[in-house]
């Protein structure tokens, strides 16, 4: 994994450090930030593959940093949180991260994720796939341009809403469950998913849907799981 810059946001110099030294055994270029407001700032001046980013900071919190990354860029995010509650999690998947991990952590299950997300991101960013355009009445899928649109407005999603899509909507008809979903798409065995895939599938409404409540294209079959509408 060389030639990656991974941004580390902790507003506690020895985990910055603790992760800077995981990061590096791996070949990956480490940068640092002890708040969102240097976070922004690095991104300006550096290029950025990966964030991790803490939830509990001064000056600009991660969430916060979150949504302002968020208006700009796709890069993936994994948030750092020090408390286990789901509304943690929850809140900062809503908002754009791509995954979380729980402090304390193992260094070798934040490897694991660091690398995964790496890998997807840069598959999404450099993919050359079968150049291929799906139309589901009004819901649009360029697998080429790795872009949608919807009601022919293009849709701005982030790389795992982006996969979410590209299943569904190659497979439109077919039902999928949360265990699939996450399995295909994060490549990693599933584990407590429901939260997870939950939160995208929503997030993913509000970008395609006229109204979210009332879905047209990404549908829920009860009991089973999601499919998009042929």
Same mark, same amino acid.
């Given at each position: 994994?060389?030639?990656?810059?991974?941004?580390?946001?902790?507003?506690?110099?020895?985990?910055?450090d603790? *992760?800077?030294?995981?990061?590096?055994?791996?070949? /990956?270029?480490v940068?640092?930030?002890k708040d969102?407001i240097e976070?922004l700032?690095?991104?300006?001046?550096?290029?950025?593959h990966l *964030?991790v980013?803490?939830?509990?900071?001064?000056?600009?919190?991660g /969430?916060?940093?979150?949504?302002k /990354?968020?208006e700009?860029?796709?890069?993936?995010?994994?948030?750092?949180?020090? !408390?286990?509650?789901?509304?943690?999690?929850?809140?900062?998947l809503?908002?754009g991260?791509?995954?979380?991990i729980?402090k304390?952590f193992?260094p070798?299950?934040?490897?694991?994720?660091?690398?995964?997300?790496?890998?997807?991101?840069?598959?999404f960013?450099?993919?050359e796939?079968i150049q291929?355009? /799906?139309?589901?009445n009004?819901?649009?899928l360029?697998q080429s341009a790795?872009?949608v649109t919807?009601?022919?407005?293009p849709?701005?999603?982030?790389?795992?809403e982006? !996969?979410?899509?590209?299943l569904?909507?190659?497979?439109?008809?077919?039902?999928?469950s949360?265990n699939?979903?996450?399995e295909r798409?994060?490549n990693?065995?599933?584990?407590?998913?429901e939260?997870?895939?939950?939160?995208h599938?929503?997030?993913?409404?509000?970008? *395609?849907?006229?109204?979210p409540k009332?879905?047209?294209?990404?549908?829920?079959?009860w009991?089973?799981?999601?499919?998009m509408?042929?």
């Amino acid at each position: 994994m060389e030639n990656y810059n991974v941004l580390v946001v902790d507003d506690e110099k020895e985990i910055r450090d603790a *992760i800077e030294i995981y990061l590096k055994n791996e070949g /990956i270029t480490v940068l640092k930030a002890k708040d969102g407001i240097e976070a922004l700032e690095s991104l300006t001046e550096n290029t950025v593959h990966l *964030i991790v980013l803490d939830i509990m900071m001064p000056r600009l919190d991660g /969430i916060s940093a979150t949504v302002k /990354i968020r208006e700009k860029q796709n890069i993936p995010i994994i948030i750092l949180s020090a !408390k286990s509650e789901d509304t943690d999690k929850i809140l900062g998947l809503q908002i754009g991260a791509d995954d979380y991990i729980t402090k304390p952590f193992n260094p070798m299950e934040l490897i694991a994720r660091v690398k995964s997300q790496l890998r997807r991101y840069v598959k999404f960013g450099t993919y050359e796939g079968i150049q291929k355009v /799906i139309d589901l009445n009004g819901l649009t899928l360029d697998q080429s341009a790795k872009e949608v649109t919807a009601h022919g407005e293009p849709v701005k999603l982030t790389p795992i809403e982006y !996969k979410i899509v590209e299943l569904l909507m190659v497979n439109a008809g077919r039902v999928f469950s949360i265990n699939e979903i996450y399995e295909r798409v994060w490549n990693e065995p599933c584990y407590n998913a429901e939260n997870t895939v939950a939160v995208h599938i929503r997030k993913i409404r509000e970008k *395609i849907e006229i109204d979210p409540k009332n879905p047209r294209f990404l549908k829920v079959v009860w009991g089973i799981g999601y499919k998009m509408e042929k």
